[in-house]
């Protein structure tokens, strides 16, 4: 069984910055992709960004690009995510997923870990 544990949510004030991890751990697996994705209270769980494993090739949602950066660190399978300059509507929780090579989508997740920016 393989495992996503998230590190690294806290209260931060708007402006601030705060680097997110997600490490894996049980048994090996080849991941396609790794991801974050964040569910604000009353809202639908949205993607953030995404690398890809093979190749390094990021991916970022409007709403991040500029000021979030995801990075891997392949031999820990692990994923982090630079957020700066963050922003009151950038709370949420924040959650790592991977996509096994094939797997169609995200089939392995973490337990999630909040972000507070407060305005």
């Known amino acids: 069984q393989v495992q996503l544990v998230e590190s690294g949510g806290g209260l931060v004030q708007a402006g601030g910055s705060l680097r997110l991890s997600c490490a894996a751990s049980?048994?090996?697996?080849?991941?396609?992709?790794m991801a974050w994705f964040r569910q604000a209270p009353g809202k639908e769980r949205e993607f953030v960004s995404s690398i890809r494993w093979s190749g390094g090739t990021t991916y970022y949602a409007d709403s991040v690009k500029g000021r979030f950066s995801i990075s891997r660190e392949n031999a820990r399978y692990a994923v982090y995510l630079q957020m700066n300059s963050l922003k009151p509507e950038d709370t949420a929780v924040y959650y790592c997923?991977?996509?096994?090579?094939?797997?169609?989508?995200?089939?392995?997740w973490g337990q999630g870990t909040q972000v507070t920016v407060s305005s």
């Open positions: 049980g048994r090996p697996f080849s991941a396609y992709s």
């Open positions: 997923a991977a996509q096994q090579v094939g797997s169609r989508d995200y089939n392995v």
